[in-house]
């Protein structure tokens, strides 16, 4: 079935790609786990080994097969109509989202436009609009799952709206940003006093990404099956 920009057999088109295997063909076997979200999954400045869903994708590995669908600039809006693309190609039983920030929005113009805090269309766009908009992918997300027989979890990359999503399967409390640096006392002698950023100087670095699958699995490891 196939929409406008929207269809259940086919992701959006991408200038980089996605970060993950081929999927024709698509291989056998294993259930098929779709990460979604933004640069910080897609893991920009980062190589292949060092994102946080390389480090995720190393957990229950005999029942699980792993995709990551992040895309630069993606909003909260991309992440829904990419995750409806994998419906009848990837075929998800567990759906990971890491929430990019909740102002950004996705313009289905002539071609889709991925429309981030500073672009002009958002500046008549509030708070309580920016909410709603992310409630509204969240329970789009949410029936997903529901008609296809998913789990769900959610995280964030660099705010956290946890408090809007209670009751769900929600990393609570840490983000991709807020995870790194930490200090434990039985692990470490002195604190961290230098920032950990990727190559391109502006995104996380792979502390930040192996700390945060560190924490995700933590919290859902029994899940994750």
């Not at 993950?20 to 294993?30: E, I, L, V």
């Not at 929005?105 to 500046?123: G, Q």
């Not at 990393?171 to 807020?178: G, I, P, Q, S």
């Not at 950990?196 to 994750?224: N, T, V």
Request: contains cysteine; hydrophobic residues 30%.
């Amino acid at each position: 079935m196939k929409f406008g920009h929207y269809t259940d057999k086919g992701l959006p088109e991408s200038d980089i790609g996605y970060r993950c295997p081929s999927w024709d063909p698509m291989p056998d076997g294993k259930k098929n786990v779709v990460i979604l979200g933004c640069s910080h999954t897609y893991g920009v400045g980062l190589e292949d080994n060092e994102h946080w869903t390389h480090f995720l994708s190393k957990h229950n590995t005999e029942r699980l097969r792993y995709w990551n669908l992040g895309q630069p600039g993606a909003s909260a809006d991309k992440i829904v109509r990419i995750l409806h693309g994998t419906e009848q190609l990837l075929y998800p039983e567990i759906v990971i989202v890491c929430w990019p920030l909740w102002n950004r929005r996705e313009r289905l113009d002539r071609y889709p436009e991925s429309l981030t805090s500073d672009n002009e269309f958002l500046k008549t766009e509030t708070e309580h609009t920016d909410r709603h908009n992310f409630l509204k992918n969240v329970f789009l997300v949410e029936k997903f799952a529901e008609k296809n027989r998913c789990k769900v979890f959610h995280c964030f990359a660099d705010e956290t709206y946890q408090d809007h999503i209670k009751g769900l399967n929600v990393l609570e409390d840490y983000t991709l940003k807020n995870c790194w640096p930490y200090w434990d006392r039985f692990e470490q002698r002195q604190l961290h006093s230098r920032p950990s950023l990727a190559k391109d100087g502006e995104h996380y670095g792979i502390e930040h990404h192996e700390r945060f699958a560190f924490l995700f699995l933590e919290r859902f490891r029994l899940k994750l099956c």
